[in-house]
C-alpha cells in the first residue's frame, strides 16, 4: 500500500480541514477477497504452460490490479488450453504445425473450417490491407 500524501495546505500555509483517511477508504478490497484472489492468481500462474516464465509482479501484484467484476472468456480459454496441449504433443513428437496468416477475420474462419490446425494472427493483420 502506497503512502498517504500529506494534506493540501492553503494559501497561508497551513493545513487544509478535512476528514482523516480512514483504512475502508485506503483499500479497494478486503484482505479475504484479496488473499481468495491472490490464491487463485497463484495456482494460474503455476500450471505447466507457463513453466519456465520469469514473471516481474507478484500473484499479489496482478490480484491487487484487478477489477471488482470477475470475467470469464470460456470459449478462448478452453482454445487456448487445447491450442497448448497439441503443442506439447507436437513438441514430444518432433512434429511441426504449417500455418498461415490471414488478412481477414473471414479468411481466419475459412482457413479453420478447412481444418489448419493453427492460425498466426499477428498484431499488424488484424484489419484487411487496405483499409
Do not use: C
Not at 513453466?51 to 467484476?69: C, F, K, N, P
Not at 470460456?74 to 504433443?89: I, N, P, T, W
Not at 512434429?95 to 482457413?111: D, E, H, L, N, W
Amino acid at each position: 500500500m502506497t503512502e498517504l500524501a500529506e494534506r493540501p495546505a492553503d494559501l497561508n500555509g497551513s493545513s487544509v480541514p478535512g476528514p482523516e483517511p480512514t483504512k475502508s477508504t485506503q483499500q479497494r478490497v478486503d484482505d479475504g477477497d484479496l488473499t481468495e484472489r491472490v490464491g487463485s492468481v497463484r495456482d494460474w500462474l503455476a500450471q505447466p504452460r507457463f513453466e519456465g516464465i520469469t514473471r516481474l509482479h507478484t500473484a499479489r501484484d496482478v490480484a491487487d490490479q484487478q477489477g471488482s467484476i470477475a470475467v470469464e472468456y470460456g470459449v478462448a480459454r478452453d482454445a487456448a488450453e487445447a491450442f497448448h496441449a497439441l503443442l506439447r504433443e507436437r513438441f514430444a513428437a518432433g512434429r511441426a504445425i504449417t500455418t498461415f496468416g490471414p488478412y481477414s477475420p473471414g479468411q481466419a474462419v475459412a482457413q479453420k473450417r478447412r481444418g489448419l490446425e493453427a492460425i498466426y494472427l499477428a498484431a499488424g493483420r488484424r484489419r484487411p490491407r487496405g483499409r
